[in-house]
Protein backbone atom coordinates (compact mmCIF):
# COMPACT_ATOMS: atom_id res chain seq x y z
CA UNK A 1 0.00 0.00 0.00
CA UNK A 2 0.83 3.85 -0.41
CA UNK A 3 3.01 5.28 2.74
CA UNK A 4 4.78 8.41 3.48
CA UNK A 5 7.42 8.69 5.78
CA UNK A 6 8.61 12.18 7.26
CA UNK A 7 11.61 13.50 9.87
CA UNK A 8 10.61 13.23 13.34
CA UNK A 9 10.71 16.38 15.41
CA UNK A 10 10.01 18.97 16.84
CA UNK A 11 12.46 20.57 14.60
CA UNK A 12 13.64 23.74 16.81
CA UNK A 13 15.72 26.67 14.24
CA UNK A 14 16.29 30.23 14.92
CA UNK A 15 14.48 32.96 13.07
CA UNK A 16 16.35 33.08 9.28
CA UNK A 17 17.94 29.65 9.64
CA UNK A 18 17.00 27.32 6.43
CA UNK A 19 14.95 24.49 6.46
CA UNK A 20 14.59 21.58 6.13
CA UNK A 21 11.67 18.59 6.41
CA UNK A 22 12.71 15.55 4.58
CA UNK A 23 9.67 13.08 3.42
CA UNK A 24 9.69 10.10 0.82
CA UNK A 25 6.92 8.00 0.14
CA UNK A 26 6.17 4.55 -1.74
CA UNK A 27 3.47 4.32 -3.89
CA UNK A 28 2.06 2.80 -6.46
CA UNK A 29 1.47 4.77 -10.05
CA UNK A 30 2.00 8.49 -10.19
CA UNK A 31 0.58 10.26 -7.18
CA UNK A 32 0.42 14.00 -6.42
CA UNK A 33 2.18 14.59 -3.55
CA UNK A 34 1.29 17.70 -0.85
CA UNK A 35 2.40 19.66 2.14
CA UNK A 36 0.10 20.66 4.44
CA UNK A 37 0.25 23.04 7.40
CA UNK A 38 -1.51 22.47 10.94
CA UNK A 39 -1.01 25.80 12.91
CA UNK A 40 -2.46 24.92 16.85
CA UNK A 41 -5.51 24.13 17.33
CA UNK A 42 -6.66 24.14 13.75
CA UNK A 43 -7.40 22.29 10.88
CA UNK A 44 -4.75 21.33 8.08
CA UNK A 45 -4.39 23.98 5.29
CA UNK A 46 -2.82 22.67 1.92
CA UNK A 47 0.87 24.63 1.75
CA UNK A 48 2.30 23.41 -1.46
CA UNK A 49 1.55 20.53 -4.03
CA UNK A 50 3.28 18.75 -7.02
CA UNK A 51 1.53 16.39 -9.59
CA UNK A 52 4.27 15.19 -11.26
CA UNK A 53 7.88 13.88 -11.48
CA UNK A 54 10.17 17.14 -11.74
CA UNK A 55 7.27 19.51 -10.52
CA UNK A 56 8.18 22.15 -8.02
CA UNK A 57 5.69 23.72 -5.95
CA UNK A 58 6.04 27.14 -4.38
CA UNK A 59 4.17 28.64 -1.75
CA UNK A 60 5.26 31.84 1.05
CA UNK A 61 8.64 30.81 0.51
CA UNK A 62 8.52 26.96 0.93
CA UNK A 63 9.07 24.89 -2.14
CA UNK A 64 9.67 20.99 -2.90
CA UNK A 65 10.21 19.11 -5.84
CA UNK A 66 8.57 15.90 -6.94
CA UNK A 67 11.64 13.86 -7.16
CA UNK A 68 10.71 10.64 -8.69
CA UNK A 69 14.05 8.70 -9.00
CA UNK A 70 14.52 8.85 -5.13
CA UNK A 71 10.86 9.24 -4.75
CA UNK A 72 10.87 12.05 -2.30
CA UNK A 73 9.30 15.42 -1.76
CA UNK A 74 11.51 17.53 0.73
CA UNK A 75 9.93 21.07 2.33
CA UNK A 76 12.53 23.78 1.92
CA UNK A 77 12.88 27.45 3.29
CA UNK A 78 15.55 29.67 3.34
CA UNK A 79 14.72 31.76 5.90
CA UNK A 80 12.51 31.05 8.54
CA UNK A 81 10.19 33.33 11.00
CA UNK A 82 8.73 32.54 14.14
CA UNK A 83 5.10 32.75 12.34
CA UNK A 84 6.13 29.55 10.18
CA UNK A 85 6.03 27.66 13.48
CA UNK A 86 3.43 25.04 13.33
CA UNK A 87 3.03 21.18 12.43
CA UNK A 88 4.13 20.08 8.91
CA UNK A 89 2.22 16.80 7.07
CA UNK A 90 3.86 15.35 3.65
CA UNK A 91 1.08 13.69 1.56
CA UNK A 92 0.14 11.70 -1.33
CA UNK A 93 -3.13 11.37 -3.65
CA UNK A 94 -4.92 7.96 -4.29
CA UNK A 95 -7.11 7.73 -7.10
CA UNK A 96 -7.74 4.21 -6.89
CA UNK A 97 -10.74 3.23 -6.77
CA UNK A 98 -12.35 7.24 -7.33
CA UNK A 99 -12.65 10.04 -5.08
CA UNK A 100 -8.94 11.00 -3.84
CA UNK A 101 -8.05 9.54 -0.69
CA UNK A 102 -5.12 11.03 1.08
CA UNK A 103 -2.06 9.46 2.83
CA UNK A 104 -0.21 11.38 5.36
CA UNK A 105 3.04 11.53 7.43
CA UNK A 106 3.00 11.63 10.81
CA UNK A 107 3.69 15.49 11.19
CA UNK A 108 7.12 17.38 11.59
CA UNK A 109 6.79 19.89 14.38
CA UNK A 110 8.72 23.17 13.71
CA UNK A 111 9.18 25.77 16.58
CA UNK A 112 11.49 28.32 15.45
CA UNK A 113 13.11 31.07 18.36
CA UNK A 114 14.35 34.36 18.28
CA UNK B 1 -17.22 33.10 2.82
CA UNK B 2 -17.21 29.20 1.22
CA UNK B 3 -15.96 26.68 3.78
CA UNK B 4 -15.96 23.74 5.86
CA UNK B 5 -17.93 23.95 9.34
CA UNK B 6 -17.17 21.75 11.96
CA UNK B 7 -18.97 21.56 15.15
CA UNK B 8 -18.75 21.58 17.83
CA UNK B 9 -15.30 22.57 18.46
CA UNK B 10 -14.90 20.96 21.78
CA UNK B 11 -16.97 18.43 23.03
CA UNK B 12 -16.47 15.99 26.47
CA UNK B 13 -18.90 12.49 26.71
CA UNK B 14 -19.22 10.14 29.12
CA UNK B 15 -18.18 7.14 28.47
CA UNK B 16 -20.91 4.33 27.36
CA UNK B 17 -22.53 7.75 25.53
CA UNK B 18 -22.90 7.88 21.61
CA UNK B 19 -21.92 11.40 20.09
CA UNK B 20 -22.14 13.22 16.50
CA UNK B 21 -19.94 15.68 15.16
CA UNK B 22 -21.38 17.72 12.87
CA UNK B 23 -19.64 18.45 9.08
CA UNK B 24 -20.92 20.70 6.85
CA UNK B 25 -19.60 22.43 3.34
CA UNK B 26 -20.26 24.95 1.09
CA UNK B 27 -18.21 24.21 -1.50
CA UNK B 28 -20.29 22.28 -3.73
CA UNK B 29 -17.88 19.34 -3.63
CA UNK B 30 -18.93 15.41 -3.81
CA UNK B 31 -16.34 13.92 -2.10
CA UNK B 32 -15.85 14.41 1.83
CA UNK B 33 -14.10 12.38 4.31
CA UNK B 34 -13.11 12.25 8.10
CA UNK B 35 -9.57 11.85 9.92
CA UNK B 36 -8.86 11.23 12.63
CA UNK B 37 -5.91 12.92 14.91
CA UNK B 38 -3.62 10.93 17.66
CA UNK B 39 -0.23 12.73 18.40
CA UNK B 40 2.82 11.17 16.77
CA UNK B 41 0.50 9.54 14.07
CA UNK B 42 -0.55 11.92 11.75
CA UNK B 43 -4.25 11.35 10.40
CA UNK B 44 -6.38 8.01 9.97
CA UNK B 45 -8.78 7.84 7.42
CA UNK B 46 -12.32 7.30 9.11
CA UNK B 47 -14.77 6.82 6.24
CA UNK B 48 -15.05 8.97 3.31
CA UNK B 49 -17.80 9.72 0.35
CA UNK B 50 -17.80 10.65 -3.02
CA UNK B 51 -21.76 10.89 -3.86
CA UNK B 52 -24.70 11.15 -1.72
CA UNK B 53 -26.36 8.44 0.06
CA UNK B 54 -22.84 6.37 -0.63
CA UNK B 55 -19.71 5.73 1.81
CA UNK B 56 -16.70 3.56 2.42
CA UNK B 57 -14.71 2.66 5.04
CA UNK B 58 -11.43 3.71 5.89
CA UNK B 59 -8.68 2.66 7.71
CA UNK B 60 -10.06 2.50 11.05
CA UNK B 61 -13.96 2.47 10.93
CA UNK B 62 -14.70 0.76 13.82
CA UNK B 63 -16.64 2.36 16.44
CA UNK B 64 -17.52 4.72 13.80
CA UNK B 65 -20.90 5.72 11.33
CA UNK B 66 -21.57 8.31 8.95
CA UNK B 67 -24.37 9.49 6.86
CA UNK B 68 -24.55 11.35 3.34
CA UNK B 69 -27.93 12.47 2.94
CA UNK B 70 -27.06 15.80 1.77
CA UNK B 71 -23.90 16.78 -0.53
CA UNK B 72 -23.48 19.38 1.82
CA UNK B 73 -23.44 17.61 4.93
CA UNK B 74 -21.48 14.46 6.37
CA UNK B 75 -22.23 13.79 10.22
CA UNK B 76 -19.94 11.42 12.30
CA UNK B 77 -20.96 9.60 15.02
CA UNK B 78 -18.71 8.04 17.60
CA UNK B 79 -20.04 5.49 19.38
CA UNK B 80 -19.37 3.66 22.74
CA UNK B 81 -18.10 0.82 20.34
CA UNK B 82 -15.00 3.22 19.52
CA UNK B 83 -12.37 1.95 22.24
CA UNK B 84 -10.21 5.04 22.43
CA UNK B 85 -12.49 7.78 20.94
CA UNK B 86 -10.65 10.85 22.64
CA UNK B 87 -8.75 12.63 19.35
CA UNK B 88 -9.21 15.83 17.21
CA UNK B 89 -11.25 15.20 14.51
CA UNK B 90 -11.00 16.59 11.02
CA UNK B 91 -13.75 16.94 8.22
CA UNK B 92 -12.26 17.19 4.92
CA UNK B 93 -14.03 17.96 1.16
CA UNK B 94 -12.36 17.79 -2.53
CA UNK B 95 -13.86 18.24 -5.76
CA UNK B 96 -13.77 14.83 -7.10
CA UNK B 97 -15.48 15.38 -10.10
CA UNK B 98 -13.43 14.12 -13.54
CA UNK B 99 -11.11 16.78 -14.78
CA UNK B 100 -11.46 19.44 -11.83
CA UNK B 101 -9.74 16.47 -9.25
CA UNK B 102 -6.65 18.51 -8.55
CA UNK B 103 -6.09 15.94 -5.38
CA UNK B 104 -6.26 18.71 -2.73
CA UNK B 105 -8.02 18.22 0.39
CA UNK B 106 -10.24 21.20 2.22
CA UNK B 107 -10.19 20.83 5.88
CA UNK B 108 -12.75 22.25 8.57
CA UNK B 109 -11.28 23.77 11.72
CA UNK B 110 -11.55 20.22 13.54
CA UNK B 111 -13.32 19.02 16.84
CA UNK B 112 -11.75 17.88 19.75
CA UNK B 113 -13.18 14.99 21.76
CA UNK B 114 -12.43 14.18 25.08
CA UNK B 115 -14.29 11.22 26.96
CA UNK B 116 -14.05 11.09 30.69
Known amino acids: GNSVTQMEGPVTLSEEAFLTINCTYTATGYPSLFWYVQYPGEGLQLLLK?????DKGSNKGFEATYRKETTSFHLEKGSVQVSDSAVYFC?????????????FGTGTQLKVEL | DGGITQSPKYLFRKEGQNVTLSCEQN?????MYWYRQDPGQGLRLIYYSQIVNDFQKGDIAEGYSVSREKKESFPLTVTSAQKNPTAFYLC???????????????FGEGSRLTVL
Open chain 2, 27 to 31: LNHDA
Open chain 2, 92 to 106: ASSNSRQGRNTGELF
Open chain 1, 91 to 103: ALSDFTGGGNKLT
Open chain 1, 50 to 54: ATKAD
